[in-house]
Nanobody, 123 residues
Framework: QAQLVESGGGLVQAGDSLRLSCVASGRTYGINVMAWFRQAPGKEREFVAAIGWNTGNSYYGDSVKGRFTISRDNAKRTTYLQMNSVKPEDTAVYYC????????????????WGQGTQVTVSS
């Protein structure tokens, strides 16, 4: 089965940029979509972005549209989340997810999850 490992989180200031990475390993050939979700303390897990592994089609949550960009490198089996103009409200644990979802928005649609990487944005 597939394994996902996130990296790139850290402490940044509002307005700064950050790039998160998620490396997939194992049996990933059947995965159609890779995505990013985030969860802040006391809040529900929120959809951030997703990308079709083969199609390259991308999807974004309303709160990050225009600021974040998702991409992938098929050869490296890696997806990236470029975070620009970050805000304190972006502070959360960011999780990489993978699977073959019917809808990219639903966390329950993904079968594989990473451990998460903390992003903290100070004002």
């Amino acid at each position: 089965q597939a394994q996902l490992v996130e990296s790139g989180g850290g402490l940044v200031q509002a307005g700064d940029s950050l790039r998160l990475s998620c490396v997939a390993s194992g049996r990933t050939y059947g995965i159609n979509v890779m995505a990013w979700f985030r969860q802040a303390p006391g809040k529900e897990r929120e959809f951030v972005a997703a990308i079709g592994w083969n199609t390259g089609n991308s999807y974004y949550g309303d709160s990050v549209k225009g600021r974040f960009t998702i991409s992938r490198d098929n050869a490296k089996r890696t997806t990236y989340l470029q975070m620009n103009s970050v805000k304190p409200e972006d502070t959360a644990v960011y999780y990489c997810a993978a699977g073959s979802p019917r809808t990219v928005l639903g966390a329950h649609e993904y079968g594989y999850w990473g451990q998460g990487t903390q992003v903290t944005v100070s004002s």
